[in-house]
């Protein structure tokens, strides 16, 4: 009687093993293992073929891991030097925007301090500006408050429905004298 009989073997994977350690070393990387994959069933003849495959699989996934964790580390290492430069910049603006203020409330009740922009208009005396260029005249407009805008924009609104509504209205009084 001929009897076929299974021995589970479980393979070792030093290389996998080693690489996934040094993966996880790097606390902004997160290792994903996938369970162990069953290979079949092989006869005891080819059980050699089969160690030697699974060696060679786990040495090139070694080798896809390290790879995988060096391109990671870069991107994260760019990412991180981006948001340093950002966080530098944002520092540095808001260091200037908060000298500015201090400056604007140190002066802002004085009688000659201008707390508000000025428009100018600079016409030279050339079409190529140099340093040798003369200024020829200046001519001047001042910005308008934020609130006097509104006001003169709701009378303009206030004007164009007013005769809108006339327009409107006149249309159905025209449209009303229709005789059926």
Same mark, same amino acid.
């Given at each position: 009687m001929n009897k076929s009989t299974s021995i589970p073997k479980e393979f070792e994977t030093p290389d996998v093993d080693k690489a996934v350690d040094e993966v996880k070393k790097d606390p902004n990387i997160t290792v994903v293992e996938k369970p162990a994959e069953d290979l079949g069933n092989v006869s005891s003849k080819d059980l050699a073929a089969k160690e030697k495959e699974v060696d060679q699989l786990q040495k090139e996934q070694a080798k896809k891991i390290a790879q995988q964790a060096a391109e990671l580390k870069a991107k994260n290492e760019k990412i991180a030097k981006e948001n340093a430069e950002i966080a530098a910049k944002n520092k540095a603006e808001k260091e200037r925007y908060e000298k500015e203020v201090a400056e604007y409330n140190k002066h802002k009740n004085e009688n000659s301090y201008v707390n508000e922009a000025i428009s100018? +208009?600079? @016409? /030279? *005396?050339?079409? @190529? @500006? &140099?340093? *040798? &260029?003369? =200024? $020829? $005249? =200046? %001519? #001047? #407009? %001042? /910005? =308008? %408050?934020? &609130? *006097? /805008? +509104?006001? @003169?924009m709701q009378g303009i609104q206030k004007i164009s429905l007013q005769n809108y509504g006339k327009i409107w209205a006149g249309k159905l009084l025209a449209t009303s004298r229709i005789p059926l």
């Amino acid at each position: 009687m001929n009897k076929s009989t299974s021995i589970p073997k479980e393979f070792e994977t030093p290389d996998v093993d080693k690489a996934v350690d040094e993966v996880k070393k790097d606390p902004n990387i997160t290792v994903v293992e996938k369970p162990a994959e069953d290979l079949g069933n092989v006869s005891s003849k080819d059980l050699a073929a089969k160690e030697k495959e699974v060696d060679q699989l786990q040495k090139e996934q070694a080798k896809k891991i390290a790879q995988q964790a060096a391109e990671l580390k870069a991107k994260n290492e760019k990412i991180a030097k981006e948001n340093a430069e950002i966080a530098a910049k944002n520092k540095a603006e808001k260091e200037r925007y908060e000298k500015e203020v201090a400056e604007y409330n140190k002066h802002k009740n004085e009688n000659s301090y201008v707390n508000e922009a000025i428009s100018k +208009n600079l @016409v /030279f *005396d050339q079409s @190529v @500006v &140099t340093k *040798d &260029t003369k =200024i $020829s $005249s =200046i %001519k #001047g #407009g %001042k /910005f =308008i %408050k934020a &609130t *006097d /805008f +509104n006001k @003169v924009m709701q009378g303009i609104q206030k004007i164009s429905l007013q005769n809108y509504g006339k327009i409107w209205a006149g249309k159905l009084l025209a449209t009303s004298r229709i005789p059926l």
